[in-house]
């Protein structure tokens, strides 16, 4: 039972979060009008730097090395494809926010404003305090500006992901002669339902490949 979980234990939203925390100083409405050094990948006429995809990589390497510890060596890299995988995620997050943009998919001042005041991670005692908001960015050496344009595209793509989810057919998931306790068969169906959903996303960032025009140089990641 367990292992069948983590088969169907999906890393799309792991490395979503992850790819979003590079947008911090390279946006996706940037546009480089440079050669293509230091260019690991274009889609249409975005373009991700090398810069992007090193910051994703160190942070996907430290997220699955906080997880699987001392087993986490270089076999397992090489089973997980970790260069590659980051590398597809950038592009595929690229990909959905570039289809949020077409089809209209927004986040308004308002809801970007909700969102960040709501965040736990800059309240004290429970309320949002713009000083340790202030603070907390200036540490990090990002500037409010950034933080927030960052937290929209994350709002937008999640919105973007929602919405494919909701289009998509859910399975129909039968676990009645599976023989495990109820939070077990719970977990399960939660992981099988994710899978579900996590494959309709990349089924729709495929199809939306199609229409764009993308370029990979594999060689700068190697």
């Given amino acids: 039972m367990l292992k069948m979980m983590r088969q169907h234990a999906k890393y799309f939203y792991v490395l979503f979060f992850i790819v979003i925390l590079s947008f911090l100083f390279w946006g996706v409405g940037t546009v480089d009008k440079t050669s293509s050094g230091g260019i ?3 889609v249409g006429k975005h373009k991700i730097t090398q810069e992007e995809y090193y910051r994703a990589y160190d942070n996907a390497f430290k997220f699955y ?5 001392e087993k986490f060596d270089e076999e397992m890299q090489k089973k997980l494809k970790l260069k590659e995988t980051v590398l597809d995620s950038l592009i595929s ?3 959905l926010l570039l289809a949020a943009a077409e089809n209209g998919i927004k986040v308004t001042d308002e809801e970007l404003n909700e969102a960040i005041i709501n965040d736990p991670a800059f309240m004290k005692n429970g309320v949002f305090d713009n000083q340790f908001y202030q603070n907390i960015l200036r540490l990090s050496r990002i500037t409010p500006e950034l933080y927030e344009s960052m937290k929209r595209q994350e709002l937008t793509a999640t919105r973007m992901g929602r919405l494919i989810e909701l289009a998509a057919n859910p399975p129909v998931i039968d676990l009645g ?3 495990a306790d109820e939070q077990t068969l719970k977990a399960l169906k939660d992981a099988m339902l994710n899978d579900a959903k996590d494959k309709a996303i990349k089924a729709y960032i495929n199809g939306y490949k199609k229409s764009l025009k ?6 700068l990641i190697s």
């Fill in 40 to 42: 690991v990948a274009e």
């Fill in 65 to 69: 090395k906080d997880l699987y510890k």
């Fill in 93 to 95: 997050n690229r990909v």
């Fill in 177 to 179: 002669s599976a023989s």
């Fill in 214 to 219: 993308i370029k990979e140089y594999p060689k």
